[in-house]
């Protein structure tokens, strides 16, 4: 098959059609419409095969993630997700592999109404990359660098079982298969923060997501923000499968350094704190306050009140880490 019949099988026929789109796939550029009073957010994640996924990934997850990756940035920024284009490197054409692939893409954009709008297919080894945007009310988007001293921190869902996926694939740390599965899936089916990211817009003094791990995107808070942060370590929120894993300190070092969240971290002020926390409260996802930002410039983390030392390794590409 070639370029052009795989991108009509493949990308063309999708389950999002929407009305701002004015032209999709087919021309070369698509046009989409905006109105004044909005802005327009956009964002760019590449995965690359044995680098932000384990080689034997399944490709209906990689697709997802693919798109979850950059949902969760939307998400970040208090922004509705809407359009998508998609650059894609494949060694060979495997139609069941592509066709696997797309309903992990699709399936995604189906549930927010974000539309396949354009891309680019090139032969070469496994890459991904998705160009997302989204928009917000003008002027109302959420950033890293609006944190204040004394404003509250917290995150999203349950830290580090991604991280726990990937160690128990390279040294089978884990033994119970429900353990396992849970795990996985969270490394492979990430869910993004959409609904919660707009619900904060109105409530939160910045906002990141959770991809390079805990310490190190706080960090890029911090930075942003030019503030200090205290962590409390008992009260990171840990997966019941984390939890039954039996790892003790692994697993608090796997919700601080672990990477592949996607939840989302945010600063509240404290007059905004009661207010944001019932408003919330119907969102369907729990949110946990970890700590407070301080005037500090660093970051320290409590157990039980007293401080411990910090041990920070949150993944950089170009360090002699790797993620996977
Ligand atoms: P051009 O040569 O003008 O860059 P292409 O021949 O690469 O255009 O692509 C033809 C059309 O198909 C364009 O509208 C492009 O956006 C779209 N397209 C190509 N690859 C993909 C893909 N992987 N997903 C979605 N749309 C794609
Ligand atoms: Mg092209």
Not at 9 to 22: A, G, I, M, N, Y
Not at 46 to 62: D, N, Q, R, Y
Not at 71 to 84: F, V
Not at 116 to 142: F, M, N, R, V
């Amino acid at each position: 098959m070639k370029e052009f019949e795989l991108i009509k099988q493949f990308f063309t026929e999708q389950p999002v059609k929407r009305k701002d789109v004015l032209l999709g796939i087919g021309d070369d550029c698509a046009v989409v419409s905006s109105t004044e009073n909005q802005n327009i957010v956009v964002t760019t994640d590449t995965l690359v095969a044995g680098v932000h996924f384990p080689l034997g990934t399944s490709p209906k997850a990689i697709g997802h993630k693919a798109v979850a990756v950059n949902l969760s940035d939307i998400a970040a920024m208090g922004a509705k997700p809407s359009w998508i284009s998609l650059a894609i490197t494949l060694p060979e054409v495997n139609d069941v592999w592509l066709s696997e692939f797309c309903s992990g893409v699709f399936e995604l954009c189906e549930f927010y109404n974000v539309q396949l709008i354009g891309g680019d297919t090139t032969q070469g080894p496994l890459s991904i990359t998705i160009t997302a945007q989204g928009i917000t009310p003008e002027g109302k988007y959420l950033s890293r660098s609006g944190a204040k001293a004394g404003d509250w921190i917290y995150v999203t869902g349950e830290l580090g079982d991604a991280a726990l996926a990937l160690l128990h694939l390279k040294t089978q740390v884990l033994t119970e298969k429900d353990i396992i599965d849970q795990v996985q899936n969270k490394l492979d089916f990430p869910k993004p923060r959409v609904l919660m990211g707009q619900s904060l817009r109105e409530y939160a003094s910045a906002a990141i997501d959770l991809s390079d791990g805990l310490l190190a995107d706080l960090g890029h808070i911090c930075q942003a923000s030019n503030v200090g942060a205290n962590v409390v370590l008992e009260a990171i929120p840990l997966s019941d499968a984390m939890k039954a894993s039996q790892l003790f300190d692994d697993s608090i070092n796997l919700a601080l350094n672990g990477g592949d969240d996607y939840e989302l971290l945010f600063t509240v002020s404290e007059d905004n704190k009661v207010g944001m926390e019932t408003a919330l409260s119907h969102a369907g996802t729990v949110i946990t306050c970890i700590g407070q930002i301080n005037a500090s410039q660093t970051i320290s983390t409590t157990l039980n009140n007293k401080a411990v030392p910090i041990r920070s390794s949150g993944f950089q590409h170009f360090s002699a880490k790797k993620s996977t």
